[in-house]
């Protein structure tokens, strides 16, 4: 199965992705302004079930392409490194609406399972985890010990519990200081701009690590 060098790696670029402000928590943070704390946790879970589906997608098709074809996982690393510097760039020459953004994540209260649901919906399109599970996730697989659709699955349960530690510590921030956090557009707009650098320097790295064969 997969090593603890590997597993211990692959957790630390994850949890480089997890803590920048993305589609995700924007969402999340969105919902506890607007609707608190039960809501926030809600679409914490809907995120991380929608994320796991991509795992799981990776796991059983993409993944096993890319296992395959230095070519293809070259290819894919290359794209999914672009598109990382690509968001990143975006997002810090967006920072300014940053609060914008959170409140049209924000809508009116309804019910868990419609929170749930569409929490799943921003997770599973969520544009960030598509490109680093398609591009970084097969770069920790150990192709000599076999199982690598287990290893996949595995290092994706992995992502996904660090994400539900760190997208429901937003939530709960966010719920907490609702009034300070949403009443500042600069405090926001620093966060929008240090996540849009961490995502270039995210991808830069994307783009210069992996396999050599």
Do not use: C
């Not at 419609?114 to 997770?123: I, K, N, S």
């Not at 599973?124 to 398609?134: C, D, H, M």
């Amino acid at each position: 199965m997969v090593s603890t060098d590997r597993l211990l790696a692959f957790a630390a670029m994850s949890l480089v992705l997890i803590v920048i402000p993305g589609p995700s928590v924007l969402f999340v943070v969105g919902r506890a302004l607007a609707q608190g704390r039960r809501a926030a946790l809600t679409t914490v879970a809907g995120n991380t079930l929608g994320s796991y589906v991509l795992v799981a997608a990776v796991a059983l098709g993409v993944g096993a392409v890319v296992e395959r074809s230095v070519l293809v996982f070259t290819a894919l690393k290359l794209a999914g490194a672009a598109y990382l510097v690509y968001l990143g760039v975006k997002a810090f020459r967006g920072r300014g609406s940053l609060q914008a953004a959170v409140a049209e994540a924000a809508p009116a209260a309804h019910g868990t399972w419609r929170t749930l649901g569409e929490g799943f919906a921003v997770g599973v399109a969520n544009p960030k985890t598509i490109v680093f599970f398609a591009a970084v996730l097969p770069q920790f697989v150990d192709r000599d010990q076999g199982h690598v659709m287990l290893q996949m699955l595995l290092l994706g349960l992995v992502f996904n519990l660090i994400a539900i530690v760190f997208d429901s510590l937003w939530g709960l921030a966010a719920a907490t200081t609702r009034d300070w956090f949403a009443g500042s557009p600069r405090r926001l707009s620093m966060i929008g701009g240090t996540g849009g650098l961490a995502m270039i320097g995210l991808g830069v790295t994307v783009a210069v690590t992996g396999r050599k064969d």
